[in-house]
């Protein structure tokens, strides 16, 4: 069996209106978490309202526990959040008998880590996953390829009638093979003692068979066709109207929008529709025979989900003539806000390839393989080659990178996997600044995003760091990079000339960006 992808999951409103970038910059995904209660004020636990960016929430959890000094299992949270983007949360630490710490005071802790926090109070109950109400969302979409009337009719389409409540393709893996993970794992081909993994796998088997009922009444017109023994739900997926408990007005409270139709989260046992929805469903679960048995063979019961989202507390949004979107809406939890971007723009997300710190002998060595390889191609042009074998030598030699490391507190980074390196970067603090004293791309890469991709992590670099400005310096006659940076918002602040020795200068501009804190 291959399972289907989510991008070709049918859609409720047409194809989408054309491409659009999504995530250019962690602040264009903004999710602020909906507790939907008011601590107490008191008791056992600590809760934190935090902000993170560039980091998910397990990690989150992991970097608030070793800066208050305590376990990781004693920090926890009421569900995952992006990590591509800006996100507030809260979080729960279990400190009997403990203050709470003061604002800042673990702050020096947490620097660097994308974690910062923004309140403190008590509670009587650590949080759960699932505790919270919902997330609200601002979003911005950025160069869409579609007239700002276009996208504003199909926003008010979507708001008005909803979408499609896939589970999406974060609940499928990174690789989106989660799916065929569980099917092995249902078959006995491995195993693993990682309870996290196993869960993980399980509920990506749920969400593939949830998924294929939700198209499979799409494609027979039915998704807003109520069938005899449905089972409906409310939107907030917290209860449950069973056949047997029908009054008689269903179909028409759910064409008010007071009740909906849900699909199986399969488990063991019938699904808890009956008649022709029950039909329906045993139809689409007959494909997946093996993922069936297993769910039911892992002890998990017959559940159910809506089958419609739709935004609440929609803001009309801006639609610029640029072609810059900005929608603001609600969302229950365990929804995604990706389902209903889906069915008004393809989203194009930036290249995000690996950075990898460089701290071995056998990584300098990597970057000064990558220095020479880069340098001779690059520029040999721009400052001939006798310059460019002086410059290896002295500054991107492996005893030069090393002793910039140790000595000057330079941090290197890897751009990409190990199978297929794309080049790197080296950032340097200063007083008030992050020096990005080094970004080089394979020629082979050019292309690819990785250059904006290390822009983007120097300024999230330089924001950890509690640095207002980043600041690099190009050759004059460079004008692909002069370009480049100019494009990303970069200014130009000056002309420098330095003499580096052996008769050889740099004639450079500097270019700088403001960095928001």
Not at 25 to 53: I, Q, T, Y
Not at 326 to 347: H, Q, S, V
Not at 451 to 474: H, I
């Amino acid at each position: 069996m291959q399972p289907r992808r989510t991008t070709d999951l049918p859609h409720r409103h047409g194809a989408p209106l054309g491409p659009a970038r999504f995530k250019t910059f962690p602040e264009d995904f903004v999710v602020e978490e909906l507790l939907g209660f008011e601590p107490s004020g008191e008791g056992e636990h600590a809760l934190l309202w935090v902000e993170k960016r560039g980091i998910d929430s397990n990690d989150a959890a992991r970097a608030l526990a070793a800066a208050l000094g305590i376990k990781a299992r004693l920090v926890s949270h009421c569900g995952l959040k992006d990590r591509h983007a800006v996100t507030r949360q809260w979080f729960s630490a279990h400190l009997p008998g403990q203050a709470s710490p003061k604002p800042g005071a673990i702050d020096a802790a947490l620097a660097g880590s994308g974690v910062r926090i923004l309140r403190i109070t008590r509670n009587r109950r650590k949080l759960r996953r699932g505790a919270h109400l919902g997330n609200r969302f601002s979003i911005v979409l950025r160069g869409a390829e579609f007239p700002p009337a276009a996208a504003r009719a199909r926003w008010a389409e979507v708001v008005e009638t909803g979408a499609p409540n896939y589970f999406g393709p974060q609940r499928f893996g990174a690789r989106g093979d989660n799916v065929l993970k569980a099917l092995a794992l249902f078959r006995g081909e491995f195993s693993t003692r990682d309870r996290h993994l196993r869960g993980l796998l399980i509920s990506a088997a749920r969400a593939h068979l949830f998924n294929a009922v939700v198209a499979e009444r799409l494609g027979r017109q039915l998704w807003e066709t109520p069938l005899e023994g449905e089972v409906f739900g409310f939107a907030d997926n917290r209860s449950l109207v069973l056949p047997d408990r029908h009054r008689g007005d269903e179909a028409e409270r759910f064409s008010r929008g007071d009740l909906e139709l849900t699909a199986p989260l399969w488990g063991a046992g019938a699904p808890l529709s009956t008649g022709a929805c029950r039909e329906l469903e045993h139809d689409v679960a007959a494909r997946f025979p093996e993922l069936c048995a297993g769910l039911e063979a892992a002890g998990l019961r017959q559940e159910r989900r809506v089958t419609r989202l739709r935004p609440l507390a929609s803001e009309p949004g801006g639609f610029g003539a640029d072609g810059t979107i900005t929608l603001r809406f609600d969302l229950p939890k365990g929804t995604y806000a990706t389902t209903l971007l889906r069915e008004f723009a393809e989203l194009r997300e930036p290249l995000r390839p690996p950075f990898t710190r460089v701290q071995s002998a056998a990584e300098i060595a990597v970057v000064a393989h990558l220095a020479e390889t880069i340098w001779t191609e690059h520029y040999t042009p721009l400052i001939g080659a006798e310059q460019v074998r002086y410059m290896l030598r002295e500054l991107q030699s492996e005893v030069a990178i090393a002793a910039a490391i140790s000595g000057r507190g330079a941090e290197y980074y890897l751009l990409g996997s190990r199978d297929s390196l794309g080049g790197y970067l080296a950032l340097e603090p200063e007083p008030g600044a992050l020096l990005l004293s080094k970004i080089y791309v394979a020629d082979g890469a050019r292309t690819g995003g990785y250059g904006f991709a290390a822009y983007r992590f120097a300024l999230d670099r330089a924001r950890a760091l509690a640095l207002p400005r980043l600041r690099l310096t190009v050759n004059k006659g460079n004008a692909g990079a002069i370009a480049a940076y100019e494009r990303w918002g970069m200014r130009r602040t000056r002309e420098l000339v330095a003499d580096i020795g052996g008769g050889f200068v740099m004639d450079d501009y500097e270019y700088a960006v403001d960095v928001p804190l």
